[in-house]
């Protein structure tokens, strides 16, 4: 059983242990490190993001004990805010042998991170309140009146919808992606504090759609709730997240970490988080043919856009969010 980290009662704890931080949904990650440590004995000591906060509660924590590190390895569920972390010089290149299942847009060109099993940002909509000829396909979508109170969006400072909002100010500049903000908030955009929330209004019928992750999309799905799944893919193409992992520079277990990354970054954990209610996208060359339910509708590598550019923006993004007043 994985142990909880900090102030644990074990007198004498193993030898090999390592402690992960993690804002990959716990119902889908604690599998994953249960087998890591069946299979090699290393005690998992992991630390799980709290919904309110996500990714970003989980770096602060790492910012905040930068000089006295009690985490190890960083298996974030975006790549953003993990590249921030490499740009204040926090995380140790490694170059792990499992990486080279990956092509270079998978992986961060110092090796201080590595990108595997991705999820892809979409539209759910509820196909009892939105029409075939109605489907949203455009983020302008949301800013239309017919959808006037109909619409959902996570609030945006945190997790995947945080790294979202950075693509969008990429390509669309920061005159256009407010006035976008500004139309949707004024259109009556329902704030939700996650991308759950966000399935959930609209599998509910309270919303008729919202932007959230295929992985929420595909558990409503399975459970048979009335939605289906669209791309905005009008504006500027599928924005394709990836988990990434990281060695945290300073971290009390370094050999045990390294082992760590070695596994999540293997064919046999892509394969798992992939064929799971999570159903997330491998990245891996040598699992390229494995069946999706997003095959024809996404494409594996997604749209590009600049981590480093995204990363070093953070706070620009912040200020503008608020400056439309996403934070009231």
Same mark, same amino acid.
């Given at each position: 059983?994985?142990?909880?980290?900090?102030?644990?009662?074990?007198?004498?704890?193993?030898?090999?242990?390592?402690?992960?931080?993690?804002?990959?949904?716990?119902?889908?990650?604690?599998?994953?490190?249960?087998?890591?440590?069946?299979?090699?004995?290393?005690?998992?000591?992991?630390?799980?993001?709290?919904?309110?906060?996500?990714?970003?509660?989980?770096?602060?924590?790492?910012? #905040?004990?930068?000089?006295?590190?009690?985490?190890?390895?960083?298996?974030?569920?975006?790549?953003?805010?993990?590249?921030?972390?490499?740009?204040?010089?926090?995380?140790?290149?490694?170059?792990?042998?499992? #990486?080279?299942?990956?092509?270079?847009?998978?992986?961060?060109?110092?090796?201080?991170?590595?990108?595997?099993?991705?999820?892809?940002?979409?539209?759910?909509?509820?196909?009892?309140?939105?029409?075939?000829?109605?489907?949203?396909?455009?983020?302008?979508?949301?800013?239309?009146?017919?959808?006037?109170?109909?619409?959902?969006?996570?609030?945006?400072?945190?997790?995947?919808?945080?790294?979202?909002?950075?693509?969008?100010?990429?390509?669309?500049?920061?005159?256009?992606?407010?006035?976008?903000?500004?139309?949707?908030?004024?259109?009556?955009?329902?704030?939700?504090?996650?991308?759950?929330?966000?399935?959930? =209004?609209?599998?509910?019928?309270?919303?008729?759609?919202?932007?959230?992750?295929?992985?929420?999309?595909?558990?409503?799905?399975?459970?048979?709730?009335?939605?289906?799944?669209?791309?905005?893919?009008?504006?500027?193409?599928?924005? =394709?997240?990836?988990?990434?992992?990281?060695?945290?520079?300073?971290?009390?277990?370094?050999?045990?970490?390294?082992? =760590?990354?070695?596994?999540?970054?293997?064919?046999?954990?892509?394969?798992?988080?992939?064929?799971?209610?999570?159903?997330?996208?491998?990245?891996?060359?040598? =699992?390229?043919?494995?069946?999706?339910?997003?095959?024809?509708?996404?494409?594996?590598?997604?749209?590009?856009?600049?981590?480093?550019?995204? #990363?070093?923006?953070?706070?620009?993004?912040?200020?503008?969010?608020?400056?439309?007043?996403?934070?009231?």
């Amino acid at each position: 059983m994985l142990s909880a980290p900090f102030g644990c009662d074990d007198a004498s704890p193993p030898a090999a242990q390592v402690v992960v931080f993690t804002a990959l949904d716990r119902v889908y990650s604690e599998p994953i490190l249960e087998r890591f440590e069946e299979q090699t004995g290393i005690r998992v000591v992991v630390k799980y993001d709290a919904e309110a906060s996500k990714t970003t509660g989980l770096i602060n924590q790492i910012i #905040a004990r930068r000089d006295d590190p009690t985490c190890d390895v960083l298996w974030n569920n975006e790549v953003v805010q993990t590249q921030h972390l490499a740009n204040l010089g926090m995380l140790e290149p490694y170059k792990s042998p499992a #990486a080279s299942r990956f092509g270079p847009e998978s992986k961060d060109p110092q090796h201080r991170w590595t990108g595997f099993a991705a999820r892809a940002r979409v539209f759910i909509y509820n196909t009892d309140l939105v029409s075939q000829d109605d489907i949203p396909t455009s983020l302008y979508d949301m800013s239309d009146p017919k959808w006037r109170d109909a619409t959902a969006i996570a609030l945006p400072f945190f997790g995947t919808t945080f790294t979202h909002m950075m693509v969008i100010r990429q390509y669309w500049g920061d005159i256009h992606t407010t006035d976008w903000l500004t139309a949707i908030k004024a259109n009556g955009c329902a704030i939700a504090p996650g991308n759950g929330p966000v399935r959930d =209004l609209v599998a509910s019928g309270e919303r008729a759609f919202g932007l959230t992750d295929t992985d929420d999309a595909y558990g409503a799905i399975l459970d048979g709730r009335p939605v289906a799944v669209s791309i905005p893919e009008a504006d500027a193409g599928v924005v =394709l997240i990836p988990n990434t992992v990281a060695l945290i520079k300073g971290g009390p277990n370094p050999d045990p970490a390294k082992r =760590l990354i070695d596994f999540l970054l293997s064919a046999e954990v892509e394969r798992a988080l992939a064929e799971a209610r999570s159903a997330q996208i491998p990245l891996g060359k040598d =699992l390229a043919e494995l069946p999706t339910p997003w095959d024809g509708l996404i494409d594996r590598h997604g749209m590009r856009f600049d981590v480093q550019a995204a #990363a070093e923006d953070r706070q620009t993004t912040v200020d503008l969010l608020k400056k439309v007043g996403f934070d009231q």
